[in-house]
């Protein structure tokens, strides 16, 4: 039979990170090594007290109907932990959950924009803050992120027009794959913007517990005023390493909160309870895991960067393969996996 798929299906590819997988996979059958810096699946193993909490709710024959709706309990926790983490106070109406912020980011356009309409993006970003519009016929309209900026966008570069027509903004720091924060002042900045031009600003904020040199990871909910433009997303998978269990939540302006829940009830019976007693534990803590963890990522990050800064400079004949370059492979050589 021939099989007739909608427009929008033949315009569309494998994601990058199933295409880059199933490569993977064929180069490690032909017995090569493969050193993985594709998508970011932590090699840590998640807290002991994270996993009991799921092993002990996933014995339970009730835990396996449709949860529909966040526990009380799991809306407690985010509560808490908002407010001991980032001083954010939280209503339960302005949290929600989704299968991760990928998901959310790839559904929160249905809410948010219609076809024609426009979305301003981080470039280079991550693939889901532009895929998210394209799927539901939404303009993509890309800011840059230059290093004689400090990787920051220039709003007031943004032509007025633009301005005019976005819907949202996506903003997301500390960034991937750039690696940087942004300061107080760029914050308070976006949201006079985000006022001014009506464009609501969605933060993801993956990466707050990954955050090197004592710098402290912060929310985009701590600014005044931050709760009347936007939302942002939190996810479990990096800070606990909780991946695979696919847990986000998206935190903020009611309205939008309200919306995007409405929308997701559509397609979504909520998210299967063992993995929210699961997060539960995670957002309780204890925290130690988790900033021993960003020790062991800044000493992963510091071996890269001594090791690419090493063959530089090897390369260039400016000096020889020392005791501290061998070193720095050999933490290296503990992470990276094939
Ligand atoms: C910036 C950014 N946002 C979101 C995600 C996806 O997170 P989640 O596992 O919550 O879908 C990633 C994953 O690498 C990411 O780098």
Known sequence: MNMKFSEKAEQLDAGIFAVLNEKKNELVKQGRTIYNLSVGTPDFPPMPHIMEAVSEAAKRPENYKYALSELPELLDAVQSFYQKRFGVQLEADEIMTMYGSQEGMAH???????????????????????????????????YPLLEEHQFLPQLDEIPEEIARRARYMVVSYPANPICRTAPESFYRDLIAFAKK?????????????????????????????????????????????????????????????????????????????????????????????????????????????????????IARGQCSYGRRYRRATRILRTFVWS
């Open 108 to 142: 929160i356009a249905w809410a948010l924009c219609n076809p024609g309409e426009l979305v301003l993006v981080p470039n280079p970003g991550y693939q889901i803050f532009s895929a998210g519009p394209r799927l539901c016929d939404a303009e993509v309209w890309e």
């Open 197 to 313: 031009y009506e464009i609501i600003i969605l933060h993801d904020n993956a990466y707050s517990d990954i955050i090197y040199d004592g710098r402290r990871g912060g929310s985009f909910l701590e600014y005044e005023g931050a709760k009347e433009v936007g939302i942002e997303f939190y996810s479990l998978s990096k800070s606990f390493n909780y991946t695979g269990a696919r847990l986000s939540f998206a935190v903020g302006n009611r309205a939008v909160i309200q919306k995007f829940k409405a929308l997701r009830t559509q397609f979504d019976y909520g998210i299967f309870l063992p993995v929210q007693y699961g997060a539960i534990a995670a957002l309780t803590g204890p925290f130690d895991g988790v900033k021993e963890q960003c020790r062991n990522y800044e000493e992963r990050n510091r071996a890269l960067c001594a090791v690419s800064a090493g063959m530089f400079r």
